[in-house]
Each structure stands twice: as structure tokens, then as C-alpha cells.
């Protein structure tokens, strides 16, 4: 079975400053991976996918990440967030090849940002 | 505008009581899902239904019963087998091509015991 470990529960920064969250998957074959971010007060959305090719994929506000398959991360970064980046980001893994469509978690990284 | 739709948002559960939570989604998909958000833990799947009148369980499918007769709808019930169901319960879908899709998630329902 996969798992995803998200290693910061919560990260406080200042505007303007750079982001970067951690995300590591377990599992023996290729997966599809997944950022969503949940705001304060809505459902649940997607930020970004990576299914196969370029390793660095672009997602929404200016989010990107990055798939290292030798260290089976895909980290989320952003060059400089923003106080409406407050939110809480999920990572996600469905394996490939085994029909299965359901995503499995982390646990979350809560994060604030201050004016 | 197309989306999924969760009731209620709050629902409160006696003890011995069974409780079923609502899902709809107008975005014609195939699949559905259940997941149950605890904090510190993300979200855990439930249930799933990857077409109607079929369903799997999901990793943590005990204490919990769902159906799925109708396309656009995937009912939860949240049965007094569930000796902790205070959580964060989700409903997602998602069209089911051939290769992965995203899911797309309601706002959820709140689950308390009293």
C-alpha cells in the first residue's frame, strides 16, 4: 500500500518570502501525484498534478513543485507567497496501473502567512 | 454552476443512533468517494464508487455503509458500529477517463457526537 508523509505541520512565514513544502511517497511503482489546498472556509481544490514528462509542473497563484523520482518527493514551492496563501495543503498519491482512483493523503501542512 | 453538494453541513449523532450523511454532484461523474478528515491525520478514504450500483471499501470502511443507485448521488450512513465518528466527513468525484482524473470535493458535513 502507498503512503505520503508531509513532514511540516505548520509553517509561519512572512509575506514575500519563499516556500517551499515537503512531500515523500511510499510506494514500490509509479504514482500520480497531487497538490490540493483547502482555504479557510472552502472546499477542497486542486493546485497542481503531475502525472508524467517534465518533472516540474506549474499549478495555480504561481505554485509550482517538482517530482524527484530518486528521492520519490514532490515538493511544493512558491518564489514569494502572499497573506491569501494562508490555507492548508494536502499531497496526494494514486499508484498507477491498479485502477485505483482514490487518492491517499498526508497529513497536511498548515500555513500561515503574516502581513 | 456544477459542483458537489453536501448535507448538512453540521449533524449531530446519539449514541446508538445511525446517522446518513448526503452527497450530490450535477457534474455527470462516475466516480464518488467518502473520506474522513481528522486533524493531524489528512483525509482518509471510506468508500468509493467507481460506477452505479457498485462500491469498494475504502481503507477504513468499518462502522460505515454507502450506496449508490443513482449516478449523481452517494449517500453515507454513519452506523452506532462507528464508535468514534466525530470528524470532517468529504464527499469527492471525479469523471472516470481512462488514466487519472482530479477530484473535485464539497464543502463537507461536521460530525459530533452528543
Known amino acids: 500500500a502507498q503512503s505520503v508523509s508531509q513532514h511540516n505541520h505548520h509553517v509561519i512565514l512572512s509575506e514575500a518570502a519563499s516556500l517551499e513544502l515537503g512531500c515523500n511517497y511510499s510506494?514500490?511503482?509509479?504514482?500520480?501525484l497531487f497538490w490540493y489546498v483547502q482555504y479557510p472556509g472552502q472546499h477542497l481544490q486542486l493546485l497542481l498534478k503531475?502525472?508524467?514528462?517534465?518533472?516540474l509542473v506549474k499549478g495555480i497563484k504561481g505554485f509550482e513543485a517538482e517530482f524527484i523520482k530518486s528521492k520519490f518527493s514532490f515538493n511544493l514551492r512558491k518564489p514569494s507567497v502572499q497573506w491569501s496563501d494562508t490555507a492548508e495543503y494536502f499531497c496526494?498519491?494514486?499508484?498507477?496501473?491498479?485502477?485505483?482512483?482514490?487518492?491517499?493523503f498526508g497529513s497536511g501542512t498548515r500555513l500561515q502567512v503574516q502581513p | 454552476d456544477g459542483g458537489i453538494t453536501q448535507s448538512p453541513k453540521y449533524l449531530f449523532r446519539k449514541e446508538g443512533q445511525n446517522v446518513t450523511l448526503s452527497c450530490e454532484q450535477n457534474?455527470?461523474?462516475?466516480?464518488m468517494y467518502w473520506y474522513r478528515q481528522d486533524p493531524g491525520q489528512g483525509l482518509r478514504l471510506i468508500y468509493y464508487?467507481?460506477?452505479?450500483?457498485?462500491?469498494q471499501k475504502g481503507d477504513i470502511a468499518e462502522g460505515y455503509s454507502v450506496s449508490r443507485e443513482k449516478k449523481e448521488s452517494f449517500p453515507l450512513t454513519v452506523t452506532s458500529a462507528q464508535k468514534n465518528p466525530t470528524a470532517f466527513y468529504l464527499c469527492?468525484?471525479?469523471?472516470?477517463?481512462?488514466?487519472?482524473?482530479?477530484?473535485?470535493f464539497g464543502d463537507g458535513t461536521r460530525l459530533s457526537i452528543l
Open positions: 469527492a468525484s471525479s469523471i472516470d477517463l481512462k488514466g487519472p482524473q482530479p477530484q473535485h
Open positions: 510506494y514500490g511503482g509509479t504514482v500520480n
Open positions: 503531475y502525472f508524467s514528462g517534465d518533472p
Open positions: 496526494a498519491v494514486t499508484p498507477r496501473g491498479t485502477g485505483r482512483r482514490a487518492l491517499t
Open positions: 457534474l455527470n461523474h462516475d466516480a
Open positions: 464508487s467507481q460506477i452505479v450500483n457498485d462500491f
